[in-house]
């Protein structure tokens, strides 16, 4: 089992930049793919984007693809989504997720883990 612990929320203008971290603890982490999410006020919680466990294989929601990056550093425990021309339709709580199955796919839609989330407002 892991724990997952989000940061690098705030506030931005629409156009600009974050960079959420989430680190990881608990044995494994090399072998588990992890992930993004996100809840808007009033909206269900979406995936944002997963990583598998090697780094290689990413996949993205659809609106976010070519203004957000996720990466993984195994030798850190830790995964990073670089967020660019952010809109104020980003703005969302966010949150880590992992999961065992290290394929990246299973992650995007049940993930066995999840971090208490960060904010990420976005203003216009």
């Known amino acids: 089992q892991v724990q997952l612990v989000e940061s690098g929320g705030g506030l931005v203008q629409a156009g600009g930049s974050l960079r959420l971290s989430c680190a990881a603890s608990?044995?494994?982490?090399?072998?588990?793919?992890m992930g993004w999410f996100r809840q808007a006020p009033g909206k269900e919680r979406e995936f944002v984007a997963a990583i598998n466990w090697s780094g290689v294989r990413t996949y993205y929601e659809n609106s976010v693809k070519g203004r957000f990056t996720i990466s993984r550093d195994n030798a850190k425990n830790a995964v990073y989504l670089q967020m660019n021309s952010l809109k104020p339709e980003d703005t969302a709580v966010y949150y880590c997720?992992?999961?065992?199955?290290?394929?990246?796919?299973?992650?995007?839609?049940?993930?066995?883990?999840w971090g208490q989330g960060t904010q990420v407002t976005v203003s216009s």
């Open positions: 608990g044995h494994t982490f090399s072998s588990y793919a």
């Open positions: 997720a992992a999961d065992e199955d290290g394929d990246g796919v299973q992650v995007t839609t049940t993930p066995g883990y």
